[in-house]
């Protein structure tokens, strides 16, 4: 099993109205994706409720191994969901890892 870690940042630039609007969403998109795309074992979006923090979004999910992750990464539902942060994100940090 593979779990798929993601840290997402939102730009500091972007007010803090619109940061909640697109968390939301993405969130929203992200935990619909399941039913669409077969080899997503497990998925859940933690939108950060610390606002010391520098990352906003983690995005944690389970696969049965690299190549689905992989398949996952491509998939046209999970672009278009990822294109929810395309003017908001600042940057992304990823860990994947065997369990």
Known sequence: MVRHIVLFKLRDDVPEEEKLRV?????VAIEALPPKIACIREIEVGL??????KWHIALNSVFDNMDDVNFYSVHPDHVAAGKLLADTKESRACVNYEF
């Open 48 to 53: 950060n409720m610390d606002p010391n923090e």
């Open 23 to 27: 968390m939301k969403a993405f969130k």
